[in-house]
């Protein structure tokens, strides 16, 4: 299994309130990204990251944001959570972003009240 | 926008039988297509990788197919076993998307023994 590590695993928490999810990987792998599941609507892509400080948008961007300081780290912080942010967040890593596999960690479970 | 469909939505087999979960996608220029497991309350965990330019790709037990021209992939898994139960998941890599897999809803199997 890739190296991937999420924290923390489950976490509740009340609206308004920043939250940040973290992802670490022991890979080296380049790639990056944040995903949440929700049932009627799969995976959708958050935020992804290409390099350390280089990140750019998914999918369902808004109210998100991320941060790579390192190649190891990459931080999802939700500014101000809210209820319909309530969600599994996945993050995933990659070597290469177009033709390689991408590889998932655990999973945290967020729930905002 | 590139939509990924998966049908049926669950399925539910005999121990023994062969099982056969279909993909399909409505923009064919892609750059690969990739088949996950997910367990409940678990990760994903890649199973299949099928470059564009692969007609299909197999490990073990599975097999899967790739025919861009008509939007569909097919995963095969031969005689099944219970610890095949879980849900499956097609996600699609496409040219302009830079690394953003798009992921059907999934199929969830129940192999009975």
């Known amino acids: 299994d890739a190296g991937i590590t999420q924290s923390p695993r489950h976490k509740v928490t009340e609206t308004g309130t920043p939250v940040t999810l973290r992802c670490h990987q022991t890979?080296?792998?380049?790639?990056m990204y944040w995903y949440r599941q929700d049932p009627g609507h799969g995976l959708r892509l958050i935020h992804y990251?290409?390099?350390?400080?280089?990140?750019d948008k998914g999918e369902v961007s808004d109210g998100y944001s991320v941060s790579r300081s390192k190649t190891e780290d990459f931080l999802l912080t939700l500014e101000s959570a809210t209820s319909s942010q309530t969600s599994v967040y996945f993050c995933?890593?990659?070597?290469?972003?177009?033709?390689?596999?991408?590889?998932f960690g655990p999973g945290t479970r967020l729930t905002v009240l | 926008k590139q939509e990924v469909t998966q049908i049926p939505a669950a399925l539910s087999v005999p121990e023994g039988e062969n099982l056969v979960l279909n993909c399909s996608f409505t923009?064919?220029?892609?750059?690969?297509l990739q088949w996950f497991r997910q367990d409940p309350g678990k990760g994903l965990t890649s199973l299949l990788l099928?470059?564009?330019?692969?007609r299909e790709q197999t490990s073990g037990r599975l097999n899967a197919s790739l025919d861009k021209s008509s939007g569909r992939s097919t995963l095969y898994i031969a005689a099944s076993q219970p610890g095949d139960s879980a849900t499956y998941l097609c996600?699609?890599?496409?040219?302009?998307?830079?690394?953003?897999?798009?992921f059907g809803a999934g199929t969830q199997v129940v192999v009975t023994p």
């Open positions: 995933a890593i990659s070597r290469d972003s177009n033709a390689d596999t991408q590889y």
């Open positions: 890979e080296n792998h380049r790639y």
């Open positions: 990251s290409y390099g350390v400080k280089d990140t």
């Open positions: 923009d064919s220029a892609i750059y690969n």
């Open positions: 099928i470059q564009s330019s692969q």
């Open positions: 996600a699609v890599l496409t040219t302009d998307s830079w690394g953003k897999l798009q």
